[in-house]
């Protein structure tokens, strides 16, 4: 049984930086390219950035603009988010999913598994 459980969220003020993680287990993390996405109230679930199995690669949607760092530790069965200079645009639930077949995609229906979420407040 895979499971994902993010870590890190928090109330920031705009401009301020957060790291968030996610640690798997159930599988060999290795297998899986790791996508995060976020969803905000009355809005869809969006993709943030992944990384390839391999730690090698990454992808990011066009609004991170050099703002966020996806990386990953496979020894260590972990992910993480970097996101710097924080807007309050970026407050939503945060999500990190895996997906056994499929690289570099941004569509939330290729994932199959998926952790709860924390919440990102960005608020002066």
């Known amino acids: 049984q895979v499971t994902l459980v993010e870590s890190g969220g928090g109330l920031v003020q705009p401009g301020d930086s957060l790291r968030l993680s996610c640690t798997f287990s159930?599988?060999?993390?290795?297998?899986?390219?790791l996508g995060w996405f976020r969803q905000a109230p009355g809005r869809e679930r969006e993709f943030v950035g992944g990384i390839r199995r391999s730690g090698r690669g990454t992808y990011y949607a066009d609004f991170v603009k050099g703002r966020f760092t996806v990386g990953r530790d496979n020894t260590k069965s972990t992910a993480f988010l970097q996101m710097n200079s924080l807007k309050v645009e970026d407050t939503a639930v945060y999500l990190c999913?895996?997906?056994?077949?499929?690289?570099?995609?941004?569509?939330?229906?290729?994932?199959?598994?998926w952790g709860q979420g924390t919440q990102v407040t960005v608020s002066s």
């Open positions: 999913a895996a997906t056994t077949y499929y690289s570099d995609t941004d569509n939330p229906e290729l994932y199959n598994y």
């Open positions: 159930g599988r060999p993390f290795s297998n899986y390219y």
